[in-house]
């Protein structure tokens, strides 16, 4: 059975390098996107948001919301925007100061919080939240529980010299305060080993500086080399049950990096055993439609093992995300062919009226670099 397909494709944001978009929709029924300007934290990243007030075709100019701040060279936000049931709106993000010569893995970063009560209009707060965590990296939407907390998705790592481990900061407080939660997967022992340890175009000059005029080469692809799990998806699945999908780097020595799968049954305090979910990807992204299916969206990546074919695409569960569908390949809205993994990535879905779902996600233009696209999916019935 076809499980969905491509209606609709445009553009979101264009007018600056925009990356790594967030979404949601605000209490009013807008749709509010958020955006990095620079890859993985490079030097003089900002925040902006766009809005859409007609189902996402037509998008509003940029607003930046955020920018570097005293220390800091650049700041980055991931598919994170999440809008609470009393309307506010929360907008992390992370700052970043680089260490002169100590490539990627020199990065310092802090996590940060903006607080939109006007459906992201104008926004409060982003002073440095105090965590027990010596790298907590943003990514994926808070999940707000039924009983008000907040389980707020970082990854990272908690001493520096540990791996990467994927974690859940707390909230008790409607995000007034946080506390560092439980862990959701952690290798002490992971580590990437082969050629896509070794990328063409690091984006690092040979002093271990970032060099900000390589991220415009379609061969640009970071790497760092801790390992580890690192981007998390939560999804609340009701009644205490959550299910997190997280990308991951070497764990076990696995050179495929397959998506890896863990679930919850006490509302996020203690977590299953990780598993393979049996695919390759990146940047992973949950989002329940609304005819109770769920979504899997994520970046293709092409390590060994890997089809060697960029892109975006999306899956689809309709048992709670213990299988998944085969991959829909998302469009991108000048038909441009990807020649290298990190021209896209990052999407982030939104249901529209109807059952139709929306997607962000970034797309790369010869002529302007990386942008933001759309894609309105239609889903078949299920069966």
Known sequence: MTQFQITGVGVVVDAVPAMFPGLTRTAGGELVASFSTVPDGWPGGTVGVVRSG???????????????????????NAVAITTLRDGTVLLPYNGVRWTPGLGVAGRVISA??????????????????????????????????????????????????????????????????????????????????????????SGLGADGNPDVSVTTDPAFRPHSPIDGFNETSVLDLGAGRLLAIVRQQGIGGDTTMRLYRAESAD?????????????????????????????????????????????????????EGRSFSDPLPLADPHGYRYTAEYQCGYPAMANLPGGDVLVIFYSFAPDRGRYVAWNQLRLAQTP
Request: net charge negative; proline share 8%.
């Open 54 to 76: 007609d189902e996402g075709r037509t998008w509003s100019a940029p607003q930046i919301v955020a920018t570097p701040g005293d220390g800091q060279d650049a700041i980055l």
């Open 112 to 201: 940060h919080l903006l607080r939109s009560c006007d459906g992201g209009r104008s926004w409060t707060g982003g002073e440095p939240i105090d965590l027990d965590f010596h790298s907590p990296a943003v990514y994926g939407e808070i999940v707000e529980l039924a009983d008000g907390r907040l389980l707020w998705p970082i990854w990272g790592q908690r001493t520096a010299a540990e791996r990467w481990r994927s974690a859940l900061l707390v909230s008790t407080d409607a995000g007034a305060s946080w506390s560092v939660g439980p862990t959701i997967a952690f290798d002490p022992d992971a580590r990437l080993a082969g050629a896509y340890a070794s990328p063409e175009v």
């Open 267 to 319: 509302a996020g305090a203690t977590w299953s055993p990780y598993v393979p979910v049996g695919f390759t990807g990146m940047s992973p992204l949950l989002h329940r439609a609304e005819d109770g299916s769920l979504l899997l969206a994520t970046r293709r990546c092409a390590p060994e093992g890997g089809d060697g074919t960029p892109g975006v695409e999306v899956r689809r569960s309709h048992d």
